[in-house]
């Protein structure tokens, strides 16, 4: 009898492990990259402007190579998308933090790296990003941010 509940045991944990290991991990999406700042203290987007379009599945990869603190920043964006998560990624690329909810500033520390993952809803033109640290606007942190297309869910 022992044996019989030690091998259920072991047989479930064993299956449910394997269905873990390959259950995906969700929606396969399309990644984009942006950078604030540069290496040698650019005040920049790059690029500065991104176009999506609406129903795909999105992870903006956004990464600070620079050695200032940079704001990513854009109030319009977050009312077009359905944010899925923000994840904070640490050394070594391992996620550290998740992030969930609608989101419309962001800081990012010298070498911080943020992986968001969401769908654009809903049409949008010009919509402003900017990096709100004082006078980074000013020198050059703006840019732009485009919807469009058709509203069609990627599987
Ligand atoms: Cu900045």
Known sequence: MLK?????????????????????????????E???????????????ELTFERGKYYKLVI???????????????????????????????KTIAEIHGAI???????????????YPMTKGKNLKLFCHKKGHEAAGMIGKINIVGPLSFSK
């Open 34 to 48: 942006i950078t604030v700042g540069s290496k040698d203290g650019g005040m920049q987007f790059s690029p500065d």
């Open 4 to 32: 019989i509940i030690l091998f259920t045991c072991i047989t479930f944990a064993l299956s449910s492990s394997i269905c873990f290991a390959e259950k995906p991990h969700g929606p396969k999406p399309e990644v984009i």
């Open 104 to 118: 419309n500033d962001m800081e990012l520390k010298p070498g911080a790296k943020l992986e968001w993952y969401f």
């Open 63 to 93: 990464s600070n190579p620079s050695q200032d603190d940079h704001y990513f920043t854009s109030d319009a964006f977050s009312t077009h998308i359905f944010t899925r998560k923000v994840e904070v990624m640490g050394t070594g690329g």
